[in-house]
């Protein structure tokens, strides 16, 4: 499977950015999808999930009301609305797959691609 997340880059406080992610090679309605990212010298940790139907999401404590995450399945793509962004939030953000969310949400996707990086200025 290919991932391919884009529309990381530079914004202020308080700023919002949308993520997307295309996937390919797989049959994209069979998988829960999510987001992680990685901040400088951190671990990768678990932001959203959200699962094959699109019906259920979830969310880190730390991005719960700022965070949206949706998906397409017509068009084998997924997506993050990030608002009310904070300079904590600065990180790569990989886009990631796997048949459980609860993989996702452990951080231990079984398939994640190259990453979009999203810096954030105070």
């Known amino acids: 499977v290919q991932l391919q997340a884009s529309g990381g880059g530079l914004v202020q406080a308080r700023g919002s950015l949308r993520l997307s992610c295309a996937a390919s090679?797989?049959?994209?309605?069979?998988?829960?999808t999510g987001w992680l990212r990685r901040a400088p010298g951190k671990e990768r940790d678990f932001v959203a999930a959200?699962?094959?139907?699109?019906?259920?999401?979830y969310y880190a404590d730390s991005v719960k009301g700022r965070f949206t995450i949706s998906r397409n399945n017509a068009k084998n793509t997924m997506y993050l609305q990030m608002n009310s962004l904070e300079p904590e939030d600065t990180a790569v953000y990989y886009c990631?797959?796997?048949?459980?969310?609860?993989?996702?949400?452990?951080?231990?996707?079984?398939?994640w691609g190259q990453g979009t990086l999203v810096t954030v200025s105070s």
């Open positions: 090679g797989r049959t994209f309605s069979d998988y829960a």
């Open positions: 990631a797959l796997d048949v459980r969310h609860t993989q996702l949400v452990a951080g231990m996707p079984s398939y």
């Open positions: 959200i699962s094959s139907n699109g019906r259920s999401t």
